[in-house]
């Protein structure tokens, strides 16, 4: 059995394919007309990936200015500072909200300059863009 | 503080390098170093006030440059 749907396929077979990712199969969609493709996954396999994201953040003093700050090594824009690591940590969640709705507002600038892996996480933090614990989990912050 | 960077010389190293602000918030800066497009997230409010060295590490690794190249490059730019 082949997952791989072409545009019109997947609009008359959307049923079969969602029943296909629930069930845990890879579904994708190629549009023949542009050679882009979509895969598509079900939530569990999205968040097993999502919990094994080698995610590092550094912490860094700077003890002129009596400022913490932490960065995400993947994607050094989730950002944030403050006078305790706590408060630089509940800084940078806000500065990924930020970030990542300015990134979808202007996709087709910064697509181009992040990597599949950057694209992921912004992509993980957009889709749960209303609820700042879970982006906290996602940071590896909470 | 020899290797520290003020907000203001940032903005000049910007503007030299044409980088130009994308977004709502106008603080998001895109432009090219090396040939390479570069992104960076840079918040300016007062010319003379430093910007922490964790920050500026952040804004190093957003540039894709070495910490010390990139103060070299900011100091080099700003002048």
């Known amino acids: 059995m082949n997952q791989l749907y072409s545009v ?42 999502l919990a094994t994201l080698p995610v590092v ?5 700077d003890e002129e200015m009596k400022i913490y700050t932490i960065y995400n090594e993947t994607v050094p824009h989730f950002f944030g500072e403050g006078q305790t690591p706590e408060e630089a940590a509940r800084n940078m969640v806000k500065e990924a909200i930020e970030f990542s709705r300015e990134y979808m507002e202007n996709t087709g600038t910064f697509s181009r300059l992040f990597n599949g892996i950057q694209q992921f996480m912004i992509g ?17 912050l909470a | 503080m020899l290797d520290s960077v003020t907000q203001g010389e940032f903005r000049r190293f910007l503007l030299k390098y044409h980088f130009l602000p994308k977004g709502r918030r106008k603080t998001l800066f895109v432009g090219f170093i090396d040939g390479r497009p570069r992104t960076v997230s840079f918040h300016y409010h007062k010319d003379r006030k430093y910007i922490p060295k964790g920050t500026l590490n952040a804004m190093a690794k957003q540039l894709g440059i070495e910490k010390d190249r990139h103060v070299d490059m900011v100091k080099d730019g700003s002048r």
């Open chain 1, 124 to 140: 993980a933090v957009l889709l749960n863009i209303d609820d700042e614990k879970k982006i906290a989990e996602i940071l590896r």
């Open chain 1, 57 to 61: 953040n550094v912490t860094e003093y």
């Open chain 1, 8 to 49: 019109g396929e997947a609009r008359n077979r959307i049923r079969e394919i969602q029943a296909n990712v629930r069930e845990g199969l890879l579904s994708g969609m190629v549009n023949h007309a542009t050679n882009e493709s979509t895969i598509m996954i079900s939530p569990l396999m999205f968040e097993g990936i």
